[in-house]
Structures are given as structure tokens and as C-alpha cells.
């Protein structure tokens, strides 16, 4: 019904800078929440970048003045720009919505994620 597909990971030295991208399509009536996740290895899968509604952003403490999200409403694409990259921002990135589907109650909500794409920080 809806699929989320990330792009733009890559390798990159230390200080560089990348630009992940997440496309939602499918049957999709509103989006609530989109989110960046990553995972580390053998590390748990943490939020990195929260946008809300379209407008409302926050960030993990650790990428604050270095991440910027946003989102493109009319194309249902959201945006991450990854400046002064660090080796510990390695990692696979995932991409994560809240919507309201087509035909749907608007009091139900889904939730998906994209297959994620590898961001690695070379030192």
C-alpha cells in the first residue's frame, strides 16, 4: 500500500557532507510524521531527526547544529542534510512515516519504514 525509498548514502571523509532523500507513495491520505532513524553496529536503532506536520522539526542531541530535515509536501519527500559528518555518524539510515491511508479513519494511523541506505564517515 505505501512504500518509503531512501537514497543518497554513500562514503565520505570526515567533515563532508551528505543529502539522504525518503519518497512515500501508495495510498497515502495524510502524512503526521516523518522520521530519520539510524543503526550503528551492533548498536539499537535511534532516532536521529523528527519532522511533524510538515513543519515541526527535532533532533538528536548528538546531530543538533550538523542535521537539517525537512520535507517537500507536495512531492511526499523528505530530506536530510548531513553537514560536518563525524565517524560515528556511520551507519544505516532509515526513513519512517505516520500516515492516514485513502479510504481510512482519520483516528487510524499507520506506520512504515524504508530498507535504508549506508552512510559511512571515513576518519
Known amino acids: 500500500q505505501v512504500q518509503l525509498v531512501e537514497s543518497g548514502g554513500g562514503l565520505v571523509q570526515a567533515g563532508g557532507s551528505l543529502r539522504l532523500s525518503c519518497a512515500a507513495s501508495g495510498n497515502i491520505f495524510r502524512i503526521n510524521v516523518m522520521a530519520w532513524y539510524r543503526e550503528a553496529p551492533g548498536k539499537q536503532r535511534e532516532p536521529v531527526a523528527f519532522?511533524?506536520?510538515?513543519?515541526?522539526?527535532n533532533y538528536a542531541d548528538s546531530v543538533k547544529g550538523r542535521f537539517t530535515t525537512s520535507r517537500d509536501n507536495n512531492k511526499n519527500t523528505l530530506y536530510l542534510q548531513m553537514n560536518s559528518l563525524k565517524p560515528e555518524d556511520t551507519g544505516v539510515y532509515y526513513c519512517y512515516a505516520e500516515l492516514n491511508l485513502i479510504g481510512g479513519s482519520e483516528s487510524q494511523y499507520y506506520t512504515y519504514w524504508g530498507q535504508g541506505t549506508q552512510v559511512t564517515v571515513s576518519s
Open positions: 519532522i511533524i506536520s510538515g513543519r515541526s522539526t
